[in-house]
């Protein structure tokens, strides 16, 4: 899965390793970096190792590992210092993903499918194709579950097909207790961070009307000041997106070792293109993310020339 998991990444291959797991093969879960605590409830996933916290006990699963099914990213780059271990792997590595542009080189196999919700949706679709949609028990539609409610941000960005009802439904027949699931995500934060998103609404947000866009920055000492830790600041790019007419939201955190982009869009503005062309970075049509070693206060002014550059295209 990518770096810094998301419920997509997470719930994708908790899903995939529940059903590998089923039929008698020995599975490892692991991801590049830590994540959320509101990560933690997944079946399965306490016993996901971390690689940055435990390198050798990841690096000796990979190297015994006759096949590494890669989930939720396009580019080896996403799994951050995962990258170098698995471009020397020889074995036989599969990508199932939906994100834009895959570096296909990187891959033996693998779908791609940049139409599709969410790689959970992918997963589930390849457990019903390959025939054993009796092993999606209810761990498993949990875990599926919360990749689609992340990913489609419950039910609401254009990608949520006719397709993916049916599978809730599907899921539902199957057990799925879906209030919990939202609960697990949504209502499972500390104090902080709610006064963490109310401090930067009023301090760090500024709204651009005549492109229709806004940004957040969030230096350092805000993350200090308000405890918050990883996947506090998930979602929060979203909320410039409710002023009526913004159609770009840019967020940007200031990291210790870089300065993460978030990007959000409605309609028709591509901040795929729009990430990888300013900010090194990529993801989808809607929502994608990059990152720079500038300063905060330079990558901002990239930011306001770049939706300056872009103005035909946002107004
Ligand atoms: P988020 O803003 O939630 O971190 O990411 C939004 C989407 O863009 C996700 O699908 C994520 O996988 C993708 N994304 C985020 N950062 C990067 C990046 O630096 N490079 C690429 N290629 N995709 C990214
Ligand atoms: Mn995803």
Request: with cysteine; aromatic share 10%.
């Amino acid at each position: 899965m990518h770096q810094k998991p998301d419920p997509d990444a997470m719930g994708s291959s908790l899903a995939l390793a529940g059903m590998l797991t089923q039929l008698g093969h020995e599975v490892t879960v692991i991801s590049p970096t830590n994540w959320p605590d509101f990560l933690k409830w997944m079946p399965g996933a306490k016993k996901v190792i971390d690689f940055e916290a435990s390198k050798e006990k990841a690096n000796a699963a990979l190297e015994t590992a006759d096949w590494v099914f890669c989930l939720d990213f396009n580019a080896l780059n996403r799994t951050r210092n995962m990258a170098g271990p698995l471009s020397a792997l020889h074995c036989v590595k599969i990508l199932i993903d939906h994100h834009e542009q895959p570096e296909t080189a990187s891959f033996d196999y693998g779908i791609s499918l940049t139409a599709k919700s969410s790689t959970s949706e992918m997963v589930y679709d390849f457990m019903k194709g390959s025939g054993h949609e009796q092993l999606i028990n209810e761990d498993i539609a949990a875990c599926l579950y919360a990749g689609i409610i992340g990913d489609t941000g419950s039910f609401r960005f254009p990608a949520t097909s006719a397709g993916v009802h049916e599978m809730v439904a599907d899921l539902k027949r199957r057990g799925l207790n879906h209030t919990l699931i939202h609960e697990n995500l949504y209502d499972n934060f500390l104090e902080d961070r709610l006064r963490f998103i109310g401090h930067i609404l009023l301090h760090r947000m500024e709204v651009f009307y005549e492109y229709n866009a806004a940004l957040i920055a969030i230096p350092k000492s805000d993350l200090v000041k308000f405890n918050i830790r990883t996947g506090d600041t998930e979602g929060i790019v979203n909320y410039p997106l409710t002023i009526r007419g913004i159609r770009l939201s840019g967020l940007v955190i200031d990291r210790d070792e870089e300065r993460k982009w978030s990007f959000r869009s409605k309609g028709d503005f591509d901040v795929n293109t729009f990430a990888r062309r300013y900010f090194n970075g990529g993801g989808h049509y809607n929502a994608s993310g990059g990152r720079t070693t500038d300063k905060l206060q330079t990558t901002v002014q990239l930011f306001k020339n770049a939706i300056k550059e872009n103005a035909s295209q946002l107004q």
